[in-house]
C-alpha cells in the first residue's frame, strides 16, 4: 500500500483519517455518507477505492490506522519535496525573469510522470511535443495517457482524403503522424465541434502527471506555442486541485459528453 492508492489526497486528509479510525469516530470500513459528513466530498471515490484495497489487507481498524499514518507520511514528504506549490509558465518575450519556459515545463512534467499523464489541447501541433509520452508507452504499455482534443472540420480539412469524414481522418492521421511504434492512448473529443448547426470546440489546455501536478496554459502543443508566441500558464503542485481538474474531464466522459475516438 503506498500514497498511490489515494491519487490527489493531501497527506493531511489521510493522517485526519487515521486518527478517525484509531479512535472510532469513524467506523471501518467507512461509507461513501460517513466520508461525506466529514467534508471529503470531492474525494469520496478517490478515498473510497484507496479504502477498499486498505481493507482487504487491514480488516481491523487498527491495522488500517497504522497502514493509513505509513501512506500520509509517504504524501507528506513528497508534499514537502515539492513545496513550491506555483509556477508562472511563459512562452515568447519575457520582461522578468520570474517564469519557467512553457516548452521546458512541459518536457520537465512529462519526465516526472510515474503512473500516467492526462492532457487537453485545442489542436495537437508539433508530434515532437508529444514524443516522450509515445516513446514512454513503447517502452511501458501499462503506463497510461489519455487525450482530449478538438476534432472539427475545420482543423480536419487538411487532413481528409476523398469519401473522408473528420473522425476517420484525425484517426488515420494520429496514428501515422503523431503516435507510430508505440500503443495508442486513450483519445476523447467534443462531438458538438462536429455539429453542423451550433459547434463548441474543446479549448482547454492543460496537463495533469499523476494526479498530483498540474499544468493549466493558453498554450497549444504546437511549437510556435511552447517557444514563440505570447502564452501564460501556471504549474499547480496541489494534489486536490489536479485530482479535481482530472475529474473535470473524466467526468464529462462518464455522462457521455465527450466521445472516445480511440
Known sequence: MSASSFPGVPAQTLFDLAEALASGRLAWPP???SLRARGYSELVQVLLGGLTALQAVFPAPSGA???????????????????????????????????????????ELFADARRKVLLSTYNLGAPSVLAPLVERRRKDPAFEVRMFVNISDQLMRDWMTAGENPLAAFRRRFAERYWSGAPLPAVFYDPRALSRTKAAHLHAKCII???????????????????????????????????????????LVARGLLEQAI
Open 31 to 33: 461509507s461513501a455518507l
Open 65 to 107: 490506522a497504522a497502514a493509513l499514518r505509513l501512506v500520509g507520511a509517504e504524501r507528506a514528504a513528497w508534499e514537502r519535496a515539492n513545496d513550491r506549490r506555483l509556477d508562472l509558465v511563459w512562452s515568447g518575450p519575457e520582461a522578468a525573469s520570474q517564469s519557467r519556459d512553457t516548452g521546458i515545463a512541459v518536457r
Open 209 to 251: 502527471v499523476d494526479d498530483e501536478v498540474a499544468l493549466v496554459t493558453s498554450a497549444n502543443f504546437s511549437e510556435a506555442a511552447q517557444t514563440d508566441n505570447i502564452e501564460a500558464g501556471v504549474v499547480v503542485r496541489d494534489p486536490r486541485f489536479a485530482s479535481a481538474l482530472s475529474q473535470q474531464f473524466e467526468g
